[in-house]
């Protein structure tokens, strides 16, 4: 089955720099790619997706890369700002696969932005 | 707000006790999707249920069952719980319509406590 690594575990970044937060999956079929932000006891919330057919995208401060010849995806937040304190979740699915669209999560980036 | 509800928010039970969770997806979703989530073992998919019918299974335990009734709505029946049961439980829905369009949206989860 598929199986993803995340990197780093912690991350600390000063109040307007850029953060990144690096997956990596072994399932080549795999073609879904959300990341989700989950606040401490609440659900983790989609921030932003990409699927294999393009290699980024972007939303404001937000954004995603997909390299999936390396099987690897990266989320950069850029002019970071104390509410993006959280633990982002990457995950990876391959929904257009019947039975296989369960997502398959990474071990979570604790990013701490420091005033 | 997801759209997704979980009750009850909090459930604290003793060892050997069997509880049932409960989610409503999202008006029009057809898939539903269980997750634990534990300090040591991260977001685990549990199992799927696609209009009824079960769709995928993960890592999920004998001694935990569920279902999707008519109205689509899903329950998860934990039974014979163990300490290292106590976890956050997480269900998620989406549409499932094919053309990739399934992004998962989650509930606020249910805070098991096992005592």
């Known amino acids: 089955g598929e199986n993803v690594e995340q990197h780093p575990s912690t991350l600390s970044v000063q109040e307007g720099d850029s953060a990144v937060i690096k997956c990596t999956y072994s399932d080549s079929a795999s073609n879904y790619f959300p990341w989700y932000k989950q606040e401490l006891g609440k659900r983790p919330q989609l921030i932003i997706d990409i699927r294999s057919n393009v290699g980024e995208k972007k939303d404001q401060r937000i954004a995603v890369t997909l390299n999936k010849t390396a099987k690897h995806f990266s989320l950069h937040i850029t002019e970071t700002q104390p509410e993006d304190s959280a633990v982002y979740f990457c995950a990876a699915s391959n929904p257009l696969l019947f039975g296989n669209e369960k997502l398959t999560f990474g071990t979570g980036t604790r990013l701490t932005i420091i005033p | 707000d997801s759209g997704v509800t979980q009750t009850p928010k909090h459930l604290i039970t003793a060892t050997g006790q069997r509880v049932t969770l409960r989610c409503s997806p999202r008006s029009g979703d057809l898939s539903v999707y269980w997750y634990q989530q534990s300090l040591d073992q991260g977001l685990q998919f549990l199992i799927q249920y696609y209009n009824g019918e079960e769709r995928a299974k993960g890592n999920i335990l004998e001694r935990f069952s569920a279902q999707q009734f008519p109205d689509l709505h899903s329950e998860l029946n934990l039974s014979s719980l163990e300490l290292g049961d106590s976890a956050l439980y997480f269900c998620?829905?989406?549409?499932?319509?094919?053309?990739?369009?399934?992004?998962?949206?989650f509930g606020p989860g249910t805070r098991l406590t096992v005592l």
């Open positions: 998620a829905s989406s549409g499932n319509t094919g053309g990739g369009t399934d992004t998962q949206y």
